[in-house]
């Protein structure tokens, strides 16, 4: 439904103003029977609560059934989005009710509070395979699955029936126009193929869910001949895996700048850049799961709906993340504004958010807000529609159009930085990224020495040019032929590359040997020559250096950046801190 056509949102925010009541009849396109009344009102906290009250079209009193749906908006900006979605649940809910009612008078439910009253002793401990999904899948079985059984009959419902229920619940889903939008804002009907994707997922848990609570109560529940439900092929828009070192370098700038402007929001979405988060990894980070060192993050939960839940999205989620020498230093400022705000005194444990929401310190910031906040800063890091079509090109010739630019990009960026420039293997990258890696166990994979060799790997590609222009993340440039030893006495030649950039392999170095660069006078020319004491060598290092980004390319991409107006971006996502004048800023 378009709602913000339905819906008078200048006069309900007047009349929310005036913390009085404010009644609409909306007219819900999804529903061929119901309307919903809205009722909007402001508590004292500045919560803004909607309710929707589903009743017929031709509503007599005291004789037909109403719905009623209650949710809760912080801004008055999320009510037109609320509105919607309540208005829509609740004029579906009583199509359902009504269709019940008229299409099996005799049914009295006894499957549906059979299942209430049962997993009114569980909890999702009790099926650990599914813990996560546990609730989502309780609330499926019993709003969709058990209803519809109900219908039948539990005793007499066969697999041609209960296919027959799916495929009307897939068949409700892709009506129910929130899949993409359209140029004009109007959203589509879902892709079938993924919605029956999800819907399978959904019914699988509710079916594992019943057998296990129908073999602990035989008495009580009937034995259900489940159908086996196929997966379908979903093809997947190719995403562009990869971005320019400019768009890479200039996101970066553009989110420093922000952070440094007091957008805190935005400190989140460098994490996501510099360290491959997830975005509800990023925004439900908090205090404690920074090392005490500084030089780690523990990813152990994300944001989901605005709280923090305790667990990330897959098991091998829960990961030591080693930060960069740019993420650290992001870590320490924010650290110390929190220190200054006098929060984490008043909460020693950590436990609250490392990135909250402008003057509500245990306020998480949602998901989406960062999503939306992300997609924006790479457009004006250089991806418009030109570079997504010529990206889209290289990734799949087949579609003329250009891919769609998602914050989930920045991801698989990250990934692809690491194993091509930085050089680190896969199965490391697997491991500290949070993917699943069934090849290798990854217990050993992130301890304290592969932490400082993943950082000391990270330093080969740079965003910062204060950085840059340090000794230590230049690499060794020589001239043809120059041969480099080891201290066990072994030694190797370099090549020279096309780049003018010699790799090194150093696979044979063992751990705390240093790496000695000798050439024939006037043969060796460097920019710097550093020394490092590698503190771990992994049995596949994959050592070969990637390309430098030359200081003067970074200033210029740090130019282009300050020459964009980022005060509109300051408005919307929040400033923690006074703006400062003229004076103090040159100050």
Known sequence: MSTPHLFNLTEAV???????????????????????????????????????????????LEKDPEVKRLRTCSSKNQIPL??????????????????????????????????????????????????????????????????????????????????????????????SRRGKKTKDGEKLPKEREKVIQGQRTWWRIGERIYRQVQKE????????????????????????????????????????????????????????LLCGLRVAEATGLQVCSVGADGETIFVDGQEEKGVRVDYPKTDDGNRL????????????????????????????DGKIPLFSVPNQPLTYYRSERLSDLLRTVLELAGCDEAYLIAAQQEVDRRKAGPARLTAHQLRH?????????????????????????????????????????????????????????????????CMPDVRVDIPDGSAIMLEAAEDGV?????????????????????CLKAEAVTMYDVPYRPEDPGTSIGRWIA??????????????????LIDKYGRTRAKKTHEEKNE
């Not at 200081?551 to 509109?568: C, S």
Request: net charge neutral; charged share 30%.
């Open 321 to 348: 993340m080693p930060l960069r020498d740019e993420a650290r230093a992001v870590i320490a400022r924010r650290m110390a504004e929190l220190k200054k705000s006098g929060i984490l005194a008043a909460h020693p």
């Open 413 to 477: 960026d990250w990934f692809s930085l690491m194993m091509n420039e930085c050089g680190i293997p896969q199965t490391y990258v697997d491991t500290i990224g949070g993917h699943i890696n069934k090849e290798d166990p990854r217990g050993d994979k992130v301890t304290a020495d592969t932490v400082r060799w993943i950082q000391q790997m990270q330093r080969r590609f740079v965003y910062d040019i204060d950085l840059a222009q340090d000794p230590a993340y230049k690499p060794v440039v």
């Open 82 to 175: 609320v509105v919607g979605q309540v208005a829509s649940q609740a004029a579906r809910d009583a199509d359902a009710k009504c269709k019940r009612d008229s299409d099996s008078p005799s049914k009295d439910g006894s499957l549906v509070k059979a299942l209430e009253d049962i997993l009114q002793e569980y909890t999702e401990d009790d099926f650990p395979e599914i813990r996560r999904s546990y609730t989502k899948g309780k609330r499926y079985l019993l709003n969709f699955m058990a209803p519809e059984i109900d219908k039948i009959g539990a005793e007499q419902i066969c697999k041609v029936d209960l296919e027959t229920i799916f495929r009307d619940r897939v068949d409700a889903a892709c009506e």
């Open 551 to 568: 200081p003067e390319k970074l200033r210029k991409w740090k130019q282009e950046v300050d020459e964009i107006n980022l005060l509109p």
């Open 14 to 60: 007047k009349t929310l103003r005036a913390k009085q009541t404010y009644v609409q009849n909306v007219e819900v396109k999804e529903s061929p029977y119901h309307n919903a009344n809205i009722t909007l009102w402001v508590q004292k906290n500045g919560a803004i609560k909607v309710q929707a009250k589903a009743t017929k079209k031709d509503y007599i």
């Open 502 to 522: 010699y790799r090194i392999n150093a696979v044979s170095r063992e751990p705390y040997d240093k790496l000695q660069i000798t050439a024939p006078p006037g």
């Open 217 to 272: 109560h035989p008495d009580k529940l009937p034995v259900i001949d489940f159908p086996e439900i196929k997966p379908v092929k979903v093809l997947q828009e190719e995403q562009i895996k990869e971005f320019l070192r400019k768009i890479r370098v200039k996101a970066y700038y553009i989110l420093l700048e922000l952070f440094v402007e007091g957008v805190v929001l935005a400190g989140a979405g460098l994490m996501a």
